[in-house]
């Protein structure tokens, strides 16, 4: 257990987190000695440790960690044990923040292209050049729109009101979307934020795609949710996960169910029909949840022996998870994943949540509940562009109607958008660009202006949790170390240049910290000295309390008969496997290529790393002709790429899964021409009423190449379990 001092708590702004409430690694003896500095590091004690409370770097749903700093360095990165988002727990991402501060091929220094856009060829420019062009392009630009990731709080404050001030307009780019999930939750419980599941207290849950202990929405904090679920004072919680490829969540399920791309919706109001029709919940509570939406006619058309063909799920087995399922009270149902991600993903969203209201779990504990907003002063999270929204604001620059200056933070649209959206060649249109990131990316490498920003541990913001945890949370954010490069802030771009080529209409802050301190006192202030508040939200990287968020209001816009047969890009005779992409616990959608310790975690399923493998069931690749290790090409309606073959007793035949995340131009040593891009291949289609990418709605063609790859994993024999009838052979030592 670390002790910290009184006179170690130090530096008002900077304020340390106690010792008492951090577990620390032990150091090695070496950390421990005293150094002597011709230029001390600020804030530093020689030879000892200090930990800060800051935000995560490489989470945008709102973890808070805390980082070990020895002599001005970031050592570790621990979970906030305080914040109730992430309670002391960090994913294998959140772990590799300080790889990714000290990462050799950071940027670090301004860069203006030359030659062709998107060729990588840029000149080295001091700060104050850099700051020059960028206001003189701005002081002549009639319009600019910012395209930033997720983000929130001041640094989403800034972002539109510069926008606003510049008659542009504010983007925001997600790879794979929380859109269509955002949408559900709108249409069926009446809500703009995302629902709280509380996983915790549930003793069921049936998940339709969601890989929540992986990769879905906010996975920390349902994992921790888990735990509870399945080691809890109470009953132990099931699991039940239904979908075309066995995710990371899947195989920790207890019961494991494929089905047919698209039909999950389908299948949902079939467990939904035998509840009803055998009483299941013990009253008639479901009456009204199923009159509201079509009434029971409309769902007996949906019973088990009426969709076992078209789900793929025999009717037995619908049987019995609706019976499992309504026997373990309260059960929590949710969509994500594939099943969202078809084009009739909305339909099949709002059908889960209907299961939902039949067993009584809208706005109860165990159940879905709604969320609170954030606190007053706290500028919410900006609820992401749709990809259809994304791919029209493409089309339209394309047809001569763009802004002069687009400004990209955070955000790699050209790596993420299907090739077919043309998005590389609509950007390329704006007469301007302006990239500002730690690492180059693809649409870093498509700018003119490229400008090197500061690390998440280095820089000042505050955030709103996306989504809460049933309780109203804000987030603080602090520099833990100088800044190792010359980089900076993207909000304090943004102020520098508002200031210069607007001062009329800029705010009275001129930095960041400002901005945020500022914010901070108007949320917190009240009577009295702040400067103590301030410290102490730091120190506990926010605040939060138990406020929770009020009750649901659903429309009844929808109804059972509107649920649509899945669509799919390509013939099925040409085109026979569905290709389902996924993201990997480490790679996510690639923003984490760039690192090696990211590149060589393994994927919990297959165990590979480093590469872009295709999961196919070993009688398909029979059929084939291929197996493990041979490299095949994968070919859509919209483009091709090459994978080498994973055979995967638990993928099913006619599907085929592919990681995302490898595949880039532009990043560093260990991102660079490794692997291949799956959403470059994918359709441009959407998902109905909801306008997200249907990234789980194309089918492939796959042949091979004759061309053979090892794969790089941890299984390295066939024969992993060495159940090989060869008597054991004995070794001595003689």
Request: charged share 15%; hydrophobic share 40%; proline share 7%.
């Amino acid at each position: 257990m670390s002790t910290l001092g009184r006179r170690r708590f130090v530096m008002g702004s900077t304020a340390l987190i106690g010792g008492a409430t951090v577990v620390a690694c032990a150091a090695p003896e070496r950390e421990s000695q005293v150094q002597s500095f011709v230029l001390q590091p600020e804030q530093s004690l020689p030879g000892q440790e200090l930990w800060f409370a800051t935000a995560c770097a490489h989470t945008s749903c709102g973890n808070s960690v805390v980082v070990r700093t020895i002599d001005g360095r970031a050592k570790k990165v621990e979970g906030n044990p305080a914040f109730p988002v992430n309670q002391g727990k960090l994913n294998v991402r959140s772990q590799s923040g300080v790889q990714s501060l000290y990462h050799p091929d950071r940027l670090d220094t301004p860069k203006k292209r030359r030659g062709l856009r998107g060729a990588g060829t840029f000149n080295n420019l001091e700060w104050a050049t850099a700051l020059d062009l960028l206001a003189e392009k701005l002081s002549d630009a009639s319009s600019v729109t910012i395209i930033t990731g997720p983000i929130s709080g001041t640094r989403a404050r800034i972002a539109q009101d510069f926008a606003g001030a510049f008659a542009g307009e504010h983007l925001v780019y997600e790879t794979i979307e929380s859109s269509v999930w955002r949408q559900v939750a709108k249409a069926g419980l009446g809500v703009d934020r995302l629902p709280h599941l509380d996983i915790a207290n549930a003793h069921s849950i049936l998940s339709f795609g969601a890989d929540f202990l992986s990769t879905w929405i906010s996975p920390t904090q349902y994992s921790i949710g888990y735990g509870e679920f399945r080691q809890g004072a109470g009953e132990r919680g099931r699991l039940i996960q239904v979908e075309p490829r066995m995710s990371t969540t899947g195989a920790n399920a207890d019961s494991w169910v494929y089905v047919h791309p698209g039909q999950e919706g389908a299948l949902a109001l079939s467990i939904a029909q035998v509840i009803a029709a055998e009483g299941l919940t013990g009253n008639d509570n479901w009456f009204d949840a199923v009159n509201a939406v079509g009434g029971l006619d409309a769902l007996n058309a949906y019973a088990p022996d009426l969709v076992a063909e078209r789900t793929g799920v025999p009717a037995s087995r619908i049987q019995e998870i609706a019976r499992e399922f309504a026997s373990h009270q309260p059960g929590l149902a949710i969509a994500g994943g594939p099943a969202l991600a078809s084009a009739n993903g909305l339909d099949n969203g709002l059908a889960v949540i209907l299961l939902n209201r039949m067993v009584g779990s809208v706005g109860r504990v165990g159940g879905l509940l709604p969320n609170p907003g954030p606190r007053t002063g706290i500028t919410p999270p900006v609820v992401p562009t749709t990809f259809e929204a994304l791919a029209s604001r493409a089309n339209a620059w394309l047809d001569g109607d763009s802004p002069d200056v687009a400004i990209v933070f955070d955000a790699d649209p050209v790596y993420g958008m299907p090739e077919a959206t043309r998005f590389a060649d609509a950007l390329g249109s704006i007469p301007f660009v302006v990239g500002i990131g730690t690492a180059m990316s693809e649409t870093l490498g498509h700018a003119d202006l490229v400008l090197p920003a500061t690390h998440a541990f280095e820089e000042w913001g505050d955030f709103a949790p996306d989504p809460m945890p049933g309780q109203q949370v804000a987030g603080y954010q602090q520099p833990v170390i100088t800044p190792f490069v010359t980089g900076r802030s993207f909000g304090d771009v943004l102020l520098t240049a508002w200031h210069e080529v607007k001062p009329e209409t800029a705010p009275t802050w001129e930095t960041m910290r400002d901005a945020v301190r500022a914010g901070a006192e108007q949320s917190f202030g009240g009577s009295g000295d702040f400067e103590a508040r301030w410290i102490d939200l730091l120190k506990n990287g926010g605040a939060w309390n138990t406020a929770h968020g009020g009750s649901f209001s659903p429309s009844q816009d929808w109804n059972i008969n509107l649920l649509a047969e899945p669509q799919f890009s390509g013939d099925e005779i040409e085109f026979p496997m569905h290709l389902v992409p996924f993201e990997s616990v480490a790679l996510g959608t690639g923003d984490e290529s760039a690192n090696p310790w990211m590149q060589a975690t393994p994927d919990p399923i297959t165990s590979t790393t480093w590469t872009t493998w295709v999961e196919v069931n070993p009688k398909t690749a029979a059929a084939l002709g291929v197996t493990r290790g041979d490299v095949v090409e994968i070919r859509t309606l919209h483009g091709k790429f090459e994978a080498t073959v994973y055979e995967s007793p638990v993928s099913a035949p006619g599907i085929i899964g592919v990681p995302i995340g490898q595949g880039h131009r532009f990043g560093g040593r260990w991102r660079e021409d490794r692997g291949a891009n799956v959403l470059a291949a994918l359709a441009p289609l959407t998902v109905a009423g909801a306008g997200g990418l249907a990234w789980a709605a194309t089918r492939a063609a796959v042949t091979p190449t004759n061309n053979f790859k090892q794969l790089p994993t941890i299984e390295v024999v066939p024969n992993a379990r060495n159940d090989s009838e060869e008597p054991v052979v004995q070794i001595s030592h003689e």
